[in-house]
Every structure is written in C-alpha cells, then in structure tokens.
C-alpha cells in the first residue's frame, strides 16, 4: 500500500499547491472563471480554494490510513474517505461556482 500511498501524497501535494494559489487571489487557474461574472473575487478564491484543500486533505487522510495495513477493511476504509472527501469538495466546488461565479458553467 506504500504505491497507493505516494500517489494520495503527491495528489495531495499538487490539490494543496493550486488550492494555495487560487486562496491567494489568482482566479485565472479556475477553468470556467470569467471576471465579468463573478462579483465578490476574493471570497470566490477564498471559498474555491478552501474546497480543494479539503479534497486535498482527505487524499493525504486515505493515503496514511492505507499504511496501516494490507488488509481488505483497511484499504475499503482508506478508499471509503476518499471517496466521501472527494465528492465533498466537488458539491462544493459547484455551490461556490454557482453562488459567487454567476452559474455552474
């Protein structure tokens, strides 16, 4: 489970580096970011980024509970808070895009 993981540790690392920089102002990251749409910018980034640093923080949670054991619950577990952290933050990527970005799209 050392395989599974480096690549939660590495996702992680990239979700953290990105999360960091939209937190920080830079909207242009946001693929379907358009300047004219959006009315609050800073607590549109504010809120993207907290979004992915929770996707981020649950791929490093499953990637550390995956070191624990080779057995099958502890793999299902370690998959299971992944899986769940995940789809966390993209119904919330979606309630801040259509919130503070003017729609879904």
Do not use: P
């Amino acid at each position: 489970m050392i395989v599974w993981y480096v690549m939660m540790f590495v996702a992680a690392a990239v979700f953290a580096v990105f999360a960091t920089l939209i937190t920080k102002g830079n909207a242009s990251l946001i693929n379907c970011y358009r300047e004219e749409r959006v009315k609050d910018k800073a607590t549109y980034c504010k809120k993207f980024g907290q979004s992915l640093f929770i996707m981020a923080a649950t791929m490093l949670i499953s990637g550390v509970i995956s070191l624990f054991s080779d057995a099958e619950t502890v793999i299902l577990i370690a998959l299971g808070v992944l899986i769940a952290g995940v789809l966390i933050g993209i119904v919330r990527l979606f309630h801040v895009q259509k919130k503070y970005g003017g729609g879904i799209f």
